[in-house]
């Protein structure tokens, strides 16, 4: 079933929000984007941990996550080999027979022409695959080391075959298949995600709402509808996915303009005139973070840079990156090389850093990337640094957010806020959204009507970075006074750049001087 991007009224960020992620997005313009932190989320735990996968709650709580700027998605995808598709649902869907008013059954002969699951594996561990990789950032390491997959799994028989599936109605009327503890659409797979990626790409594709996506797929196989609680059975031979069937393939033909790929990347790399440098018109990717050769034949290249978002959204018009996660030893045959032209692999946009636990975390001692007398970027590697919430923890979640945030590590959460899906209840999500900003102070930029009647509206025009104990580093607005001297970030406003105009860090302290209509620092002689 086609899902379309439709989040509830009231989900998109107000003003004030809006401009605070607008303003982030666009000081972020040139870093590379495995540098640049944002809050991530699994779609297992937000909205389908009530055991529903139902096709317009599923569309609702996807949309409404995209809305409050989730930017990371973990998705979970079970390989069914009786419909020979990704499903979102754990369990493999019979094929059936009979409707809704007089009841649904197994399809016996339409089963039998399959190779039907009758038995399952009693093995559930699960590991990362182990893939080709092209060379990560945050692994550039001599001693490092791609994990492997156990398949060593033994099967044994299952129940027999029921003579019914029950059935419960859906949220707009449609039937739903009661396995085990879990209701499922017959119609909700991966190409309803891949749908409703391509209708929100569609409706953010101008400069103000345009945003970068990243994919991380969990790959499982479906477990039997005999046994719903059973363990899957290995998937191989012909059970094994086709070409045009795999993850990779599928991504590819939905979003073919979308995608950024690792073949991409490796071509972008390879010659920096040809690709992020080739535009002397916009603003180009900060070469400060990565290293940067030149060969032979005076070509620019780089082992292991990333471009800047900029440069990504605007010149390259890519707005989706997809990665491996966890994969279970059931689908280790899975033809993981094919789709590695289109899917980075395990690791590659995600690294773990040691000693840091979210759960445990009030301020961060050891493991933060900021060190406020470091000046040279190459001295710590935060590339594609994130941390995990897996369980509740009784320090604050907004506190602890900000903490990983101001040390250069995105939040992703994994557990159900509250105790309930992200359709039903949109408050606790939003908060964790909104404390994964990287650069406004909490509560800031404060608004003029809320501040007192005695200041006028002009003098809230400035934003400072405040590295004063109470900020950290983090923008405020100040209150302007005529006379007050800062260094000022400044536009060029005959270059257009990226979402707005040039910004450059002035090298004199200016005075700030009244002009109406207009606001503007004056640099002495």
Same mark, same amino acid.
């Given at each position: 079933?086609?899902?379309?991007?439709?989040?509830?009224?009231?989900?998109? #960020?107000?003003?004030?929000?809006?401009?605070? $992620?607008?303003? *982030?997005?666009?000081?972020?313009?040139?870093?590379?984007?495995?540098?640049?932190?944002?809050?991530?989320?699994?779609?297992?735990?937000?909205?389908?941990?009530?055991?529903?996968?139902?096709?317009?709650?599923?569309?609702?709580?996807?949309?409404?996550? !995209?809305?409050?700027?989730?930017?990371?998605?973990?998705?979970?995808?079970?390989?069914?080999?009786?419909?020979?598709?990704?499903?979102?649902?754990?369990?493999?869907? /019979?094929?059936?027979?009979?409707?809704? *008013?007089?009841?649904? @059954?197994?399809?016996?002969?339409?089963?039998?022409?399959?190779?039907?699951?009758?038995?399952?594996?009693?093995?559930?561990?699960?590991?990362?695959?182990?893939?080709?990789?092209?060379?990560?950032?945050?692994?550039?390491?001599?001693?490092?080391?791609? /994990?492997?997959?156990?398949?060593?799994?033994?099967?044994?028989?299952?129940?027999?075959?029921?003579?019914?599936?029950?059935?419960?109605?859906?949220?707009?009327?449609?039937? +739903?298949?009661?396995?085990?503890? $879990?209701?499922? @659409?017959?119609?909700?797979?991966?190409?309803?995600?891949?749908?409703?990626?391509?209708?929100?790409? @569609?409706?953010?594709?101008?400069?103000?709402?345009?945003r970068l996506a990243y994919l991380d797929i969990n790959l499982h196989a479906a477990? #039997?509808?005999?046994?719903?609680?059973? #363990?899957?059975?290995?998937?191989?031979?012909?059970?094994? /996915?086709? !070409?045009?069937?795999?993850?990779?393939?599928?991504?590819?033909?939905?979003?073919?303009?979308?995608?950024?790929?690792?073949?991409?990347?490796?071509?972008?790399?390879?010659?920096?005139?040809?690709?992020?440098?080739?535009?002397?018109? *916009?603003?180009?990717?900060?070469?400060?973070?990565?290293?940067?050769?030149?060969?032979?034949?005076?070509?620019?290249?780089?082992?292991?840079?990333?471009?800047?978002?900029?440069?990504?959204?605007?010149?390259?018009?890519?707005?989706?990156?997809?990665?491996?996660?966890?994969?279970?030893?059931?689908?280790?045959?899975?033809?993981?090389?094919?789709?590695?032209?289109?899917?980075?692999?395990?690791?590659?946009?995600?690294?773990?850093?040691?000693?840091? =636990?979210?759960?445990?975390?009030?301020?961060?001692?050891?493991?933060?990337?900021?060190?406020?007398?470091?000046?040279?970027?190459?001295?710590?590697?935060?590339?594609?640094?994130?941390?995990?919430?897996?369980?509740?923890?009784?320090?604050?979640?907004?506190?602890?957010?900000?903490?990983?945030?101001?040390?250069?590590?995105?939040?992703?959460?994994? +557990?159900?806020?509250?105790?309930?899906?992200?359709?039903?209840? !949109?408050?606790?999500?939003?908060?964790?959204?909104?404390?994964?900003?990287?650069?406004?102070?909490?509560?800031?930029?404060?608004?003029?009507?809320?501040?007192? =009647?005695?200041?006028?509206?002009?003098?809230?025009?400035?934003?400072?970075?405040?590295?004063?104990?109470?900020?950290?580093?983090?923008?405020?607005?100040?209150?302007?006074?005529?006379?007050?001297?800062?260094?000022?970030?400044?536009?060029?406003?005959?270059?257009?750049?990226?979402?707005?105009?040039?910004?450059?860090?002035?090298?004199?302290?200016?005075?700030?001087?009244?002009?109406? /209509?207009?606001?503007? $620092?004056?640099?002495?002689?």
């Amino acid at each position: 079933m086609s899902l379309i991007y439709k989040p509830d009224v009231g989900t998109l #960020p107000d003003e004030q929000w809006e401009t605070v $992620y607008l303003s *982030s997005r666009d000081a972020s313009a040139e870093v590379p984007i495995n540098f640049i932190t944002h809050p991530g989320v699994h779609l297992t735990q937000a909205c389908f941990a009530n055991g529903i996968y139902d096709d317009v709650p599923a569309q609702t709580c996807i949309s409404n996550l !995209l809305a409050l700027q989730f930017r990371r998605f973990i998705l979970d995808l079970y390989w069914d080999t009786i419909n020979r598709q990704f499903t979102l649902c754990p369990v493999e869907l /019979p094929p059936l027979a009979g409707n809704a *008013s007089i009841g649904v @059954s197994v399809d016996v002969s339409a089963l039998s022409s399959l190779t039907a699951t009758t038995a399952s594996s009693t093995s559930t561990t699960s590991t990362s695959a182990n893939i080709p990789a092209l060379m990560a950032r945050q692994t550039l390491s001599a001693n490092s080391t791609t /994990p492997t997959i156990s398949t060593n799994v033994t099967a044994s028989s299952t129940s027999t075959m029921p003579a019914s599936i029950p059935t419960t109605t859906g949220a707009l009327g449609g039937v +739903l298949l009661e396995l085990g503890g $879990y209701q499922c @659409s017959l119609d909700l797979n991966f190409g309803s995600v891949l749908s409703l990626l391509d209708s929100f790409f @569609s409706n953010t594709s101008d400069t103000l709402s345009v945003r970068l996506a990243y994919l991380d797929i969990n790959l499982h196989a479906a477990a #039997p509808f005999v046994a719903p609680g059973d #363990p899957a059975l290995n998937v191989t031979g012909q059970k094994l /996915p086709g !070409l045009d069937e795999m993850v990779g393939s599928q991504l590819s033909s939905a979003l073919p303009r979308a995608l950024f790929t690792p073949a991409q990347l490796q071509d972008d790399r390879s010659d920096l005139g040809r690709s992020w440098y080739r535009n002397s018109a *916009s603003r180009s990717t900060d070469t400060s973070y990565f290293s940067e050769e030149r060969d032979a034949s005076n070509t620019n290249h780089t082992p292991d840079g990333w471009p800047g978002e900029a440069w990504l959204l605007l010149t390259d018009s890519r707005r989706l990156l997809a990665s491996w996660g966890r994969v279970d030893p059931q689908m280790g045959e899975y033809n993981f090389q094919d789709d590695s032209i289109n899917i980075f692999p395990a690791g590659y946009l995600h690294s773990n850093p040691n000693n840091v =636990s979210a759960n445990s975390i009030e301020s961060i001692e050891n493991g933060c990337f900021y060190h406020s007398g470091d000046f040279d970027l190459s001295q710590d590697n935060s590339s594609w640094a994130s941390v995990t919430f897996n369980e509740t923890t009784s320090i604050s979640l907004s506190d602890t957010i900000g903490n990983l945030t101001a040390c250069g590590m995105s939040s992703i959460l994994n +557990l159900t806020l509250s105790g309930t899906v992200t359709q039903d209840n !949109l408050a606790p999500y939003r908060s964790f959204a909104e404390a994964a900003i990287f650069g406004w102070a909490r509560g800031e930029p404060k608004n003029f009507s809320s501040t007192s =009647s005695s200041e006028a509206e002009d003098d809230h025009r400035c934003a400072v970075i405040d590295s004063t104990s109470g900020f950290q580093g983090h923008w405020r607005v100040e209150i302007v006074r005529v006379g007050i001297e800062l260094l000022v970030v400044y536009q060029d406003n005959l270059t257009i750049g990226f979402f707005r105009h040039q910004q450059y860090l002035s090298q004199q302290r200016p005075t700030y001087v009244q002009q109406e /209509p207009h606001f503007n $620092y004056r640099v002495r002689d």
